[in-house]
């Protein structure tokens, strides 16, 4: 890929490329797999829910304090 002034290069690991025809031209774009981002996601949020679950109950008790500034 080439490097446009003042844009980092885009990192294209993971990335798909095909082919795209319309009428009589056709032209390569890049697809980012969106099945990626669903499992980062749904990982997250495995890690945030016991991470909830861990520490609210502590709080809402006083065994654990929050400093607000």
């Not at 082919?19 to 945030?48: A, H, K, M, Y």
């Not at 109950?57 to 500034?69: A, D, F, H, N, Y």
């Amino acid at each position: 890929m080439g490097v446009a002034l003042g844009h980092p290069p885009v990192e294209t690991a993971g990335y798909k490329m095909i082919d795209v025809c319309r009428g009589s031209s056709s032209r390569s774009i890049l697809l980012w797999p969106r099945n990626f981002d669903i499992e980062t996601n749904t990982q997250q949020i495995r890690t945030l829910t016991v991470v909830r679950d861990t520490l609210l109950p502590k709080v809402m008790s006083g065994e654990v304090r929050v400093e607000i500034k």
